[in-house]
């Protein structure tokens, strides 16, 4: 990802069926341009369509506060479902949440399976 005269790999944003999978390097240190450059892939990947979207957070070391607005913003999702092992990922996002208010149902998972359960059930839920 191109980041302001510099080009670092942060994390990787695909698109697995119907779901968009964004995965974060090891150590990644998230800027707003990080976050802006993958929600626009997100929006390239989706064609239009609203999707959800699968976060696997492990391996994260920071994000800043601006990356976190502009995550919570408005953008084309259907939820968000955030996956960690980790209390302090959790802690985080409970945070995250508690403070931005995201635009699109946001929940943290421990479970993959649990996690993609919910981002594949009826839309109207939430």
């Not at 955030?82 to 635009?103: C, K």
Request: hydrophobic residues 45%; aromatic residues 8%.
């Amino acid at each position: 990802m191109e980041n302001q005269g510099h080009v670092e790999i942060i994390g990787t944003i695909e698109l697995s069926g119907q779901i968009l999978c964004l995965k974060w390097a090891p150590g990644a240190v998230v800027r707003e341009s990080d976050a802006k450059a993958l929600m626009q892939r997100a929006s390239d990947l989706s064609e239009g369509r609203t999707l959800p979207l699968l976060v696997e957070m492990t391996g994260m070391t920071w994000i800043d506060r601006r990356a976190q607005e502009a995550f919570a913003s408005s953008w084309p999702l259907a939820r968000a479902a955030i996956l960690s092992a980790s209390p302090v990922d959790e802690a985080i996002v409970g945070f995250y949440m508690a403070r931005h208010h995201p635009d699109h149902p946001t929940r943290f998972f421990t479970s993959k399976g649990e996690a993609m359960a919910w981002l594949t059930e009826d839309p109207a839920q939430p």
